[in-house]
């Protein structure tokens, strides 16, 4: 397990541009797959983004493609997720997960069960 936390939410325009952050403690990061969720009040915790331990892989959700671009940082043990042209449909509490598994173009899970690392969100507004 690793422990994970995430930071950059807060109150946006419509159209605007937000980076989120999330740091991972632990010497082991690199063999974590990342990926990003979000939950918006009265709904179930959806799939935004995942990544691949090297980075070099990237995954998204349709309404993210285009918009959202997840990157890592093993040095530094960080994942981010850097969302442009954000609508106000994407107000949510944005997390950040991990996996120990490899995810490759056959299997990028993007159910919440198959993540046993959390951290706590951060809130993302967007405002119309």
């Known amino acids: 397990q690793v422990q994970l936390a995430e930071s950059g939410g807060q109150l946006v325009q419509a159209g605007g541009s937000l980076r989120l952050s999330c740091a991972s403690s632990?010497?082991?990061?690199?063999?974590?797959?990342m990926a990003w969720f979000r939950q918006a009040p009265g709904k179930e915790r959806e799939f935004v983004a995942a990544i691949s331990r090297s980075g070099g892989s990237s995954y998204y959700q349709d309404s993210a493609k285009g918009r959202f671009i997840i990157s890592r940082d093993n040095v530094k043990n960080t994942v981010a997720l850097q969302m442009n042209s954000l609508k106000p449909e994407d107000t949510a509490i944005y997390y950040c997960?991990?996996?120990?598994?490899?995810?490759?173009?056959?299997?990028?899970?993007?159910?919440?069960?198959?993540?046993?690392?959390w951290g706590q969100g951060t809130q993302v507004t967007v405002s119309s």
């Open positions: 997960a991990a996996a120990f598994n490899s995810f490759n173009s056959n299997y990028v899970p993007r159910d919440a069960l198959s993540f046993g690392s």
């Open positions: 632990g010497r082991t990061f690199s063999s974590y797959s």
